[in-house]
């Protein structure tokens, strides 16, 4: 039996769609919480439409959505991306939480993002590469 890690992305405008379309073809399926197209349906990603995201349990990663209905849900995850999304919680100059969740704020950042699990491959090397990658940008601007 194998097992597939959860992975959830959480996206503004394109940004979500782009991500979760890279990281399907990567890694199998992704659910989406964010605009995105029907589309995508056919490489693995799983749009949730009706979706409002309320907050973020960075720790476990977990988001909190709240459904069309209105009520409360809690979506636990192996793996979270956040792209184009205000992550307040977060340090300064810091990308990457416990190898499990990572923010990119626009298309550059998910373009970087991209570039580093060509080439890692894998998970937990390709974010220890953007994390660094952005880290020397971030100082490169003081």
């Known amino acids: 039996m194998s097992y597939l890690e959860r992975i959830v992305v959480v996206g503004a ?26 589309t995508l349906a056919d490489i693995g990603v799983r749009h949730l439409p009706g979706a409002t995201v309320r907050d973020f349990d960075l ?20 793996r979270l991306l956040v792209a184009g999304w205000p992550v307040p919680l977060l340090p300064t100059n810091r990308w990457i939480i416990d190898g499990k969740v990572v923010v990119a704020r626009d298309g550059a950042d998910l373009k970087l993002l991209s570039t580093c699990f060509d080439a890692n491959g894998l998970w937990r ?6 994390q660094f990658r952005r880290q020397s940008g971030a100082n490169s601007l003081i």
């Open 125 to 130: 090397p390709a974010l220890a590469d953007y």
């Open 59 to 78: 720790d476990t990663p977990a988001v909190i959505v709240e459904n069309d209905g209105g009520r409360l849900q809690r979506l636990v995850c192996d």
């Open 13 to 38: 405008a394109g940004l979500g769609a782009w991500a979760a379309a890279c990281l399907a073809r990567r890694f199998g399926p992704v659910d989406l919480i964010g605009p995105g197209k029907a």
